[in-house]
């Protein structure tokens, strides 16, 4: 079997044929159409895709960690007291004291605790850089200054996952709860 029988195999409708490929006056008509019909999952898959991209694009997260002229309510999370900024019709959606309200509130804090680790990482990443072009000069005072790098994330990500496990787990590790 050659390489061109298993394209055929998989593309061109039908089991590897063996010798020469005669195609009758019908046959050739029949091949792109073959073609077409065995294309037409994959696309009718993208235009799903498409399609709920442009359906399903609202407010977008529906909060916002900065006020904008959209996001103009503040709110603040329950567990982390985390300041955040919603739309006029929030709490349509979520309403106080719902279960809704409560698991939109732990999705902002993971998020919130996801960015602050973001950050600590660049920090750490920073200090880092510098500790190397301070050892490159060989001075020690250099190298401790670059050590003492201020990482005021990498604290706020310490003191939350010191004080708040369980949303810190769930923001490492991807799950919800």
């Known amino acids: ?18 010798g020469h490929r005669h195609h009758g006056h019908g046959q050739s008509e029949q091949v792109p159409r073959a073609q077409l019909l065995q ?9 799903i895709g498409l399609a709920s991209n442009f359906t399903s694009r609202d407010s ?3 909060f916002s960690f900065t006020e904008t002229t959209q996001y103009r309510n503040e709110r603040s999370s329950t567990s ?3 300041t955040y ?3 006029d019709e929030f709490e349509d959606h979520y309403p106080q004291g ?28 920073m200090m880092y850089r ?3 072009l301070a050892k490159r000069t060989g001075n020690a005072a250099e190298v ?3 050590r003492n790098h201020p990482r005021p994330k990498c604290r706020e990500m310490e003191r939350i996952k010191s004080r708040h496990k369980d949303i810190w787990r769930a923001a490492m590790y991807f799950s919800p709860y």
Not at 1 to 18: C, N, W
Not at 98 to 125: G, H, M, P
């Open 1 to 18: 079997m050659t390489p061109e029988d298993l394209f055929a195999a998989f593309f061109g409708g039908g089991p590897p044929q063996s």
């Open 98 to 125: 719902t279960k809704y309200l409560a698991e939109f509130d732990r999705q902002v804090e993971i998020y919130y605790v996801r960015t602050v680790q973001s950050d600590c990482d660049k920090q750490d990443n």
């Open 85 to 87: 900024w919603a739309t």
């Open 144 to 146: 401790q200054k670059a």
């Open 39 to 47: 294309m037409l999952p994959v696309i009718f898959l993208v235009l």
């Open 130 to 132: 510098k500790v190397m």
């Open 60 to 62: 977008g997260a529906g």
């Open 80 to 82: 982390l007291n985390i």
